[in-house]
């Protein structure tokens, strides 16, 4: 795990209890652990893309993930600032704040979920609620085995689990993905078998997946305007779940999340198959 720690270089004491998180991932996983951050990148971006764990009423915009506000995060005098490496290029101007601690997880150095108990544990030391952590990592592995249980009876087809990017491009996810994580504790088949990227997905064009017999499952939200579309594109009416009438939209999910992502996306994908199946 990459770890930087820079000395804030200001002269104003620091709020010892507040931290920003810039990234999502590291702020659904500070709300899990009952240690929410102060200040949250784009706000109500994160309620669309993330959903849950949902953010305290109280939490601090701070702008942009990739330009957050400087002077309100100044304002808001935080003890610490959390970014991922994806932001790191921001650690100049933010460490003249406060420290800067980066989180490094999605690397592809080693299995995915065990960087994920990783960045729990990490969290949890950070905060104080190393128990809460312990917590977090046994819930969320109990439950996915509860679920993988209950999922042992019901259609076994092959998933294909994409985000729309418009009408004609989608990210399909694969291995070092997060769905895909998430799919091998429960035993679900993944249909793409195609190279990813770091992140666990690939970026194709929906002719793609044409010749893929799965069920396709659609992670929301849907670019403005999407929803329309597809309805009179003769490309996503071809697709095989498409024309079977049997595919399977998902509330979102942040699909670069950590384990509170990871349990949302198995709590909807369970519910979704078992609805299904009783269909």
């Given at each position: ?28 996983t500070?709300?899990a652990l ?23 009423d ?33 650690t100049p ?30 969290l ?56 895909q994580?998430v ?18 997905f ?20 849907l ?27 998902l ?29």
């Amino acid at each position: 795990m990459l770890w930087i720690t820079l000395l804030p270089t200001s002269g104003v004491l620091a709020n010892d209890d507040a931290i920003a998180a810039i990234d999502w991932t590291l702020a659904e996983t500070l709300v899990a652990l009952d240690a929410p951050p102060a200040g949250v990148a784009q706000v109500d971006a994160y309620h669309a893309w993330v959903g849950e764990p949902e953010l305290p009423d109280d939490v601090v915009d701070l702008g942009l993930r990739t330009q957050p506000n400087l002077e309100r995060l100044s304002e808001l005098d935080p003890s610490r600032i959390l970014i991922s490496p994806m932001f790191a290029g921001l650690t100049p101007k933010l460490s003249r704040i406060a420290e800067v601690e980066t989180l490094d997880f999605y690397n592809g150095e080693r299995e995915l979920w065990d960087q994920l108990v990783a960045l729990t544990h990490r969290l949890g030391d950070m905060v104080d609620q190393e128990a809460e952590a312990d917590a977090l990592i046994e819930r969320t592995e109990t439950r996915l085995e509860r679920q993988r249980q209950t999922l042992s009876s019901t259609d076994d087809r092959p998933l294909l689990m994409i985000q729309l990017m418009d009408e004609r491009h989608a990210r399909v996810f694969g291995d070092h993905s997060l769905l895909q994580a998430v799919t091998d504790r429960l035993e679900l088949e993944n249909a793409w078998q195609g190279t990813t990227n770091a992140w666990g997905f690939s970026l194709v064009g929906l002719e793609d997946l044409m010749g893929i017999e799965a069920r396709l499952v659609v992670i929301k939200p849907l670019p403005v305007g999407v929803k329309a579309r597809l309805a009179d594109s003769g490309l996503w009416q071809q697709l095989p779940s498409v024309k079977r009438d049997d595919v399977i939209w998902l509330d979102p999910v942040w699909t670069f999340g950590a384990l509170p992502s990871a349990q949302r996306f198995a709590d909807l994908l369970t519910e979704a198959l078992e609805d299904a199946d009783r269909a």
